[in-house]
């Protein structure tokens, strides 16, 4: 009965690996798009947000614990620690956030627009240790969470026989339908945004893509990054929205110049990393 388990788990992974990461995520965060649509008696705080981070980690650990075991688990562990690609690779995914932050301040203020405003972040709501310690954590957990899943787990799986762009866009469409809950309570829902989000998931999951397959298979390197931008965007969205917009926007551009520079099938010049 196990062995049959396994196996089947192992033949349907991508499947199974999806449908528990929807269940596992929107499960947990139910009551908080329940309690922003006054659903409920009571209110969720918001710092319930995080639980949602397990869903595409969970279900990564479980499906290959039931189909590869042990010898499964060693190596989906040891790519989430994999630190040894090279110190530049590792500067472009703890940092490259932060100097895109950066240098979109600069191009704003080139073109006459003021400084972010960052005394906001000393004052009101925001310089609380409950906002920063609950920032920090929704930034790390879905880091982690979300990478060790969409990367650590599904990317490699669907690179197999597929193009690395198109097994990246099938991604963006699942991670996509993922956030679904979320436009329920944390983001504003349109179509407009909705066709936005998407286009902007998508460019980064191609980033992402060429990070991973250039660091041949570093889980670490593209959670640094997804952390690093997560925080990034927690506070720039304090100080300057336009700050923010821009950097999304040289993130779409980069996106572009991979996929014409490191061509669809690769997305690196280091061939593209499949289990």
């Keep these: 009965m196990i062995s049959q388990l396994s196996g ?69 562990l040891g790519r989430m620690v994999r630190w040894k690609v090279g110190i530049v690779w590792f500067v472009v995914s703890a940092f490259s956030p932060f100097a895109l932050f950066l240098l979109s301040v600069l ?92 286009i902007g998931l998508l460019a980064g999951a191609i980033w992402l893509t060429f990070l991973y397959n250039s660091t041949g298979g570093s889980t670490l390197m593209v959670t640094l990054w997804h952390t690093s931008w997560n925080l990034v965007n927690i506070f720039g969205l304090v100080v300057s929205v336009e700050v923010v917009s821009i950097m999304s926007a040289m993130v779409m551009v980069a996106a572009i110049i991979i996929v014409i520079v490191a061509r669809p099938a690769q997305l690196s010049r280091y061939g593209k990393h499949t289990i």
């Design 107 to 198: 191009i704003l203020r080139i073109f006459g627009n003021s400084w972010p405003d960052f005394g906001k972040l000393m004052s009101g709501e925001y310089a609380t240790l409950a906002w920063i310690g609950g920032s920090l954590l929704s930034a790390i957990a879905y880091g982690v969470g979300e990478e060790a899943g969409w990367r650590g787990f599904a990317l490699p799986r669907l690179q197999q026989g597929r193009s690395a762009l198109w097994a990246t866009f099938i991604l963006s469409v699942f991670w996509a339908i993922w956030h679904i809950p979320m436009f329920f309570y944390r983001f504003e829902f349109g179509i407009g945004q909705a066709v936005g989000f998407f």
């Design 8 to 76: 089947w788990t192992k033949k349907h992974s991508l499947v199974v690996y999806f449908v528990l990461t929807f269940l596992i995520t929107w499960i947990l965060i139910l009551p908080l798009a329940l309690s922003a649509q006054d659903l409920l008696h009571f209110r969720i705080s918001e710092y319930w947000h995080f639980l949602g981070a397990l869903g595409p980690i969970g279900a990564a650990f479980i499906v290959t614990a039931i189909a590869n075991g042990n010898a499964g688990i060693s190596e989906f």
